[in-house]
């Protein structure tokens, strides 16, 4: 069974830095892509960056990109995401997400999610 568990969230006041993990098993994690999502209170759940499976290709929204970078470690089965100058409107869950078959990058065809970690960022 595919599970994905977050960490990192908190609370940070605008300009500062946090680093998101997300922890996977139960997959051969080195043949998939991975990507991490968001949603804001009230809003859609939005794409918000995406590694392929060896990590030579990465994916960012435009209002993430030059601020947050996304890395994985294949020995370690984890992806991370690290978050420089954050700002109010970046405040939501951030989930952690798996493509659905292996060596292929489809946004919208992610199939196992994690359960959510929250990133608030303060004025």
């Known amino acids: 069974q595919v599970q994905l568990v977050e960490s990192g969230g908190g609370l940070v006041q605008a300009g500062g830095s946090l680093r998101l993990s997300c922890a996977a098993s139960?997959?051969?994690?080195?043949?998939?892509?991975m990507a991490w999502f968001r949603q804001a209170p009230g809003k859609e759940r939005e794409f918000v960056a995406a590694?392929?499976?060896?990590?030579?290709?990465?994916y960012y929204a435009d209002s993430v990109k030059g601020r947050f970078t996304i890395s994985r470690d294949n020995a370690k089965n984890t992806v991370s995401l690290q978050m420089d100058s954050l700002k109010p409107e970046d405040t939501a869950v951030y989930y952690c997400?798996?493509?659905?078959?292996?060596?292929?990058?489809?946004?919208?065809?992610?199939?196992?999610w994690g359960k959510g970690t929250l990133v608030t960022v303060s004025s």
């Open positions: 997400a798996t493509d659905s078959a292996p060596f292929k990058v489809d946004i919208r065809g992610m199939d196992y």
């Open positions: 139960g997959r051969t994690f080195s043949m998939y892509t």
């Open positions: 590694i392929t499976w060896n990590g030579g290709f990465t």
